[in-house]
């Protein structure tokens, strides 16, 4: 294992937030695990996982063991009758292992193109996007326990996926030891590896407009996977910064979800909100649409911006010298947070883990 002393970590955050770590270890193989975890004075350190930092807010120097996950490698696990899974490192780019997939001839991530961060990182968050989350492409992931050093596996169901959240979001109940599959495994565990199932019968996914409007202006009936995957490049690109030229962390709150009386109170004051019904009954509001009517497209709180294209998007407007700090990001994310509780009643929930 490489361990490293006061390391920076603007590179490795898309915020590009100037913050630093007292000591990492870039873990690039399961084994790494294993060898921080006999070391006696590293094993006794808090421990704070980060893959590729797309989303996070650091509000400050780090100071839990930073354990950088860089597992690298991709295969075909198994072919079945009805689809192909696939192990991933957990350490390898997410956007790249869409395209390497569907250069194999295995369609099914294309709707989640372009999306930011690592492998690992894509189950702790449950990714979606255009009507596919990440939930819907599992079968498994391996992980290793950080109190016992035993690795275990987890299939979709004790994974606990919910929109934009898994049990590796929650803390266990005080107390809690060992390497449960129900609940609490945030600070936990590592994710060492992801499998992913691509299936055979595949269907493409073209329920959101923007794609069904390129669906039109092509004159396709029937996309392929690759035709998908370059449509949703085209639209994300369009909408949303690049973090390697302007600062971010994507979407920075969750769409919110009320009943239906709810939607219709709002409606009646903002007839032009968008919304979208879930097979539970409940309505999804765009929260991009919410900041954007109370105003914050465009605007800014010291270095930290809201983006004039998506309001959705919180950047980075300082210069890497003299960048954004969490705390201006934050000061600037409760603010819209107010103003869309002022106007519409609803509480709107950040993404991004705050460190």
Known sequence: MLVEKNVSLQACNTFGIAASADTLVRVRSAQDVQDVLADPLLARQPMFVLGGGSNIVLTGDVQPLVLKMEIQGRRLLEETPRGWIIEVGAGENWHDTVAWTLAQGWPGLENLALIPGTVGAAPVQNIGAYGVELQDRFHSLVAIDLHSGEP???????????????????????????????????????????????????????????????????????????QIFEWVCEVRRAKLPDPAVVGNAGSFFKNPTVSPEQCLDIIARDPKVVHYPLPDGSIKLAAGWLIDACGWKGKRVGKAGVYDRQALVLVNRGTPDDSVTGGEVMTLARAIQTSVYERFGIRLEPEPVVV
Do not use: N
């Open 152 to 226: 275990f596996m987890l299939d979709a169901a004790q994974c606990a996926f919910g929109y934009r959240d898994s049990v590796f979001k929650h803390r266990a109940p005080a107390g809690q030891q060992g390497a449960p599959r129900g609940m609490g495994l945030a600070g936990r565990a590592i994710i060492t590896h992801v499998r992913l199932w691509c299936p055979k019968d595949w269907r493409p996914e073209l329920g959101y407009l923007d794609l069904e409007k390129k669906r039109q202006e092509a004159g396709i009936a029937q996309p392929s996977a690759q």
